[in-house]
């Protein structure tokens, strides 16, 4: 909960977010179990092209979390096309 505020608060007062600060709140979803956010949250880094091996890690790491194995391996076939290889 304080964290979605946190998040809520950031988002009103902050013109951009950084990638790695993107990247934590990515992965702060994720490890409470809102996958779905940290999905959408991708997906806008994703239109940005701000991607970096940390986002797509915690995008892998959320459709795990949703029993989504099938989007798991097609995000990791996906990063390749972006260069990125897996860690």
Excluded: R
Excluded at 24 to 44: L, M
Excluded at 71 to 83: N, P, S, V, W
């Amino acid at each position: 909960e304080e964290g979605i505020k946190i998040h809520d608060l950031a988002k009103e007062t902050l013109k951009e977010f950084s990638v790695e600060l993107s990247t934590s709140v990515i992965n702060f979803y994720t490890k409470c179990g809102h996958s779905d956010i940290a999905v959408e949250e991708c997906e806008k880094l994703k239109k940005q092209g701000l991607m970096n091996v940390v986002s797509w890690t915690c995008l892998i790491q959320a459709y795990i979390q949703q029993s989504d194995i099938k989007k798991a391996i097609d995000t990791i076939h996906e990063m390749k096309k972006y260069a990125i290889n897996p860690d």
